[in-house]
Structures are given as C-alpha cells and as structure tokens.
C-alpha cells in the first residue's frame, strides 16, 4: 500500500467555523508533512512532523494547527481562516523526515478548500 | 537555499521527445536532484532522481553534466497524459530545500 489519503476533497467553510483536514498512510513512513498549493503556483511546505514531533514550521498562522496523534493520521486543525487561505492543501510522507537518496515523497490527492 | 530555474511552459506534440532542463547553479556536494510529475488538482508524483551522469527507469531518463549545475528530464515518446507540471527540487538529506518546489514546468502535449 504505497497510498496516502486525505479527507474531505473538497471543503467550504466560513470566516468564523472550525474544521480540519486528514491525512492517512499505513506505509510505515515517519515523516509527514502539510503543503499548501495556490492556483498555478508550486506547493509550499507549511509544516512537518518527524518521528510525530513537529520539526518544522515555516512561519504559518496560528490559524492553522497541526496534529499527529499518531504515526498514520496528520490533521489540520483550521480556525478563523481567510478568503485568501483557498488552496490545495496536500500532505505527504516519506520514510525518513528528509528524503535523502532513494527516498521519496508520496502525495496525497488533497483537499480544495473555500473559505467564504 | 538552492535555487532552481526551469522554463515556465513547454509545448510538443504525441509522440516527440521531451527534455526540461533544470538549472541549480548553486547546488551543493551532497545535493540531490529529483523530478515530480504534477496533473491538475492531485499531488505531485515522484519521476526520477539522481546524483550524477545517467539514470533510467521506466518513465524518464536524468541527465546530469560532471559540473552537476544543471540537469535535463527527458521524456521518450510523449502522450497526451503526460501535459503536466514538472517539478525540479534540489537538495541534500539533511535539510528543508528538498521540500522546496521552484516554479515548474508546465508541458502541454498536442495530439
């Protein structure tokens, strides 16, 4: 099973609603990550998780906050987002927190969110 | 961080092959080169990586000059199910840049 899934596809929420986002891989892999991806635009990694623990967060709002409750889930807890916080947001995980040689990202098929 | 350069979009047409170049000027000793496949609304899928010289597998081939400043994907025999982004990332396995996508191809194949 090389396959991360991710839950809902699709997502509309308003200003004021909290929601959250999941993230699920039975591969074994130990590293997971949140990436946000803007129309047209390349993805851009938001946080990542090694070993569970959060190893990096690239300067994201406090508005959205990550969990790892376990080696298999990654959620992402939203809260008072803004219109301009539309986006793909994909996970992905990989067996070791920085793919070295050999090693690679697998991405999940994301989910489209609209915040009105 | 390393930057990489790619050219914004590319056109071909069935059948013809396909070389995107990546630029990575400032690429470092430990540094890794590895290429992802992108179609609209899904995540990226990893193509191929490499260190240096030639690697093949069964979807592209990886071109890497001895100076390692630059690399060419190559895609034999294109289809229309290969119009993607095409994503070049560099970096070594000890840090954040082989997280970092650059801009990206965007190949549109003709029939």
Redo the contacts between chains.
Sequence with gaps: DTE?TQTPKHLVMGMTNKKSLKCEQHMGHRAM?WYKQKAKK????MF?YSYEKLS?NESVPSRFSPECPNSSLLNLHLHALQPEDSA?Y???SSR?P?????????????T?LLVL | LAKTTQPISMDSYEGQEVNITCSHNNIATNDYITWYQQFPSQGPRFIIQGYKTKVTNEVASLFIPADRKSSTLSLPRVSLSDTAVYYCLVGENTGRRALTFGSGTRLQVQP
């Design positions: 991360v990550y390349p993805p851009e990694l990542v990096i793909l994909l996970c992905a070791d920085f793919p070295g040689m050999q090693e690679t990202q697998y991405f999940g098929p994301g489209r």
